[in-house]
């Protein structure tokens, strides 16, 4: 399972969970098979979103950038390598 920092989970006013992809601006239903995202999107009592890191429980207000396609990339390598117990090779 790959981390992609462009997907955000959010709910809509109803409770349904939607995703939205910060790098096209899109929403979808479904995240894309062997994705799962790293921030989640909640309302505070106030009515202002505030998000949460799934990996840290960390909560923040305004979501970092996000990394460059090439910097993702990297990172997803490393994460399959060291799934498969492959040690991963710097770039």
Do not use: H
Not at 32 to 47: F, I, L, N, T, Y
């Amino acid at each position: 399972m790959v981390v992609d920092e462009a997907f955000v989970e959010l709910k809509t006013d109803a409770g349904k969970t939607y995703f939205w992809n910060r790098r096209e601006n899109t929403r979808t239903w479904a995240l894309p098979e062997g994705v799962s995202v790293k921030w989640v999107g909640q309302k505070a009592p106030d009515g202002r979103t505030y998000y949460w890191c799934r990996e840290t429980k960390e909560t923040i207000w305004l979501l970092p950038p996000i990394p460059k396609e090439e910097d993702a990339a990297n990172e997803a390598d490393a994460a399959v390598a060291a799934a498969e117990g492959s040690p991963s090779v710097p770039a």
